[in-house]
């Protein structure tokens, strides 16, 4: 793998945007799962739209902001002290989204809750980070990545889903990829990797069997 390759792999498969990856399987691929099944796919893709726009942009703009303000040398969040607010913030805004789908979106709290339970297992996912990150690098890939793996994983083994089979597969070759990827830039040793790994899957699963 070049190094720009891994460059590649870890813009396209941020963090950031595994919220999006995770309920864009979900509403077109297993809508029934979430409730959503019997709603068009233009509101399904409405609903995307928004889960992207406060997972992904908000917190984009806002890690941004806080580079060019000083707070935060780089976008890339190479350093300890670089990680600690922009995690924390973000975890902040995730928590205010899933607070916005769970009790002031009534369509979506009333049909889809499991989309705000979701969310919101994000949002602690991204908190342990930020406080693990008080003294160890972990890999915020390896927990975006296992958390859409745990998610997926957990809700076909509950709900005995078929169709989530080769998008899984898919997922695991991508976990795979983003790992050596990481290695490859020097941004993470192979533990803070797996320790990313475990605690993605492991929030999400437990969110999963216990709350949906």
Excluded: C
Aim: no cysteine; aromatic share 12%.
């Amino acid at each position: 793998m070049t190094t720009s390759f891994a460059r590649f792999l870890s813009i396209l498969l941020h963090p950031l945007l595994m919220p999006t990856l995770l309920f864009g399987l979900l509403l077109f691929q297993a809508p029934g799962v979430v409730g959503m099944d019997a709603f068009s796919p233009a509101l399904r893709l409405s609903l995307l739209v928004l889960i992207f726009i406060g997972t992904f942009a908000v917190p984009s703009l806002l890690i941004v902001y806080l580079v060019r303000t000083g707070y935060v040398s780089s976008l890339q969040l190479e350093t300890l002290a670089d990680r600690r607010l922009p995690y924390f913030l973000t975890a902040l805004i995730y928590t205010f989204v899933a607070y916005l789908f769970a009790f002031r979106m009534q369509l979506v709290s009333t049909v889809a809750p499991e989309i705000a339970i979701l969310l919101g297992s994000i949002a602690v996912s991204i908190l342990l980070v930020g406080l693990i990150s008080l003294y160890w690098q972990i890999s915020a890939h390896g927990v975006g990545l296992g958390g859409v793996l745990g998610g997926i994983g957990g809700l076909m083994l509950k709900f005995s889903l078929t169709d989530l089979f080769l998008p899984m597969l898919l997922l695991v070759l991508l976990a795979g990829f983003v790992a050596s990827a990481r290695l490859k830039l020097n941004a993470h040793t192979p533990g803070q990797i797996l320790a990313g790994l475990a605690l993605g899957v492991t929030i999400s699963l437990l969110a999963v069997f216990w709350f949906i």
